[in-house]
């Protein structure tokens, strides 16, 4: 199984990222899908999460409004637009998989996980 993230780097606050997570090794149109954050010092937390089938969407009261996520099974990719970053959004981006059928916002519940991209938001 792998999850690789991509798509991270240096931004100005006020830019735009678009991040995405390339899966392997499992069935990647049965998961729910996550895309969490981890600032130096401060707990995992959630960003936001998809259903399989692209149905349910949640979002983290962090990232609500400027953030979008998506899934493309056919490619077994899932992205994270976000817009308007500031330099609180500077973290490290994990993409996450749950075998749950339901959307997830409870870490633990996700099987696999990424190596995560580091995003920095920074003038």
């Known amino acids: 199984v792998q999850l690789v993230e991509s798509g991270g780097g240096l931004v100005q606050p006020g830019g735009s990222l678009r991040l995405s997570c390339a899966a392997s090794?499992?069935?990647?149109?049965?998961?729910?899908m996550g895309w969490f954050r981890q600032a130096p010092g401060k707990e995992r937390v959630l960003v936001a999460a998809?259903?399989?089938?692209?149905?349910?969407?949640y979002y983290g009261g962090t990232a609500k409004g400027r953030a979008t996520i998506s899934r493309d099974n056919a490619k077994n990719t899932l992205y994270l637009q976000m817009n308007s970053l500031k330099p609180e959004d500077t973290a490290v981006y994990y993409c996450?998989?749950?075998?749950?059928?339901?959307?997830?916002?409870?870490?633990?519940?996700?099987?696999?996980w990424g190596q995560g991209t580091q995003v920095t938001v920074s003038s």
């Open positions: 090794g499992f069935t990647f149109s049965t998961y729910a």
């Open positions: 998809i259903s399989w089938n692209g149905g349910n969407i």
């Open positions: 996450a998989a749950s075998n749950r059928v339901v959307v997830t916002t409870n870490q633990y519940q996700y099987n696999y």
